[in-house]
């Protein structure tokens, strides 16, 4: 299934030049098309590198797209990797998930593939689940503890115990 719309391949270099000598608030030219550069998903991928922090796949370029079905002329920029000659998404990931209280900003901030952040959100909402009803904060700490405790079989856990 197509999500994307491809205007334009665009090199990582341009891109990522583009995000670091943006002008606030305003939308940048790639390919001749205006983007916005200056949300924290792009900010991350300047700051903290273009690989999976948890697979460490590298991505090979960004991609001028608007949604399929959109009706309107308006584009972003997607970075993508290509695995088994396939081309995957990157995204970015919140270390300690928003749902989980984690926060909306660089510092809890990390680059993702696709599958990567699918796993891992998969695995938040399992942990979700154990927690009591009504539970709306959970510190970090807190939330290493019970993978630790309750989930250290599963492989995923690794996703909790990286350096960012
Ligand atoms: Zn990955």
């Keep these: 299934m197509t999500r994307y719309v491809r205007h334009s391949i665009a090199d990582i270099e341009t891109v990522i030049n583009a995000v670091l000598h943006r002008v606030p608030d305003n939308r940048t030219l790639i390919n001749g098309v205006p983007v916005g550069v200056a949300s924290l998903r792009m900010r991350t991928f300047a700051k903290k590198g273009t690989c999976c922090k948890y697979c460490g796949l590298q991505a090979t370029h960004f991609a001028v797209e608007k949604c399929a079905g959109s009706k309107q002329d308006i584009y972003h920029v997607n970075l993508w990797g290509v695995l088994d000659g396939r081309e995957v998404l990157f995204t970015h990931d919140h270390v300690h998930a928003r ?11 990390v680059t993702a593939c696709e599958n990567c952040n699918s796993k891992k959100s998969k695995f938040e909402n399992k942990i979700r689940l154990t927690l009591p009803k009504g539970t709306v904060k959970i510190k970090f700490k807190t939330l290493k503890k019970m993978i630790e405790e309750k989930f250290l079989q599963d492989h995923i856990r690794n996703f909790f115990f990286i350096e960012t």
Excluded: H, Q, R
Excluded at 99 to 109: C, E, F, W
């Design 99 to 109: 749902s989980l209280s984690g926060a909306d900003d660089l510092n809890n901030s």
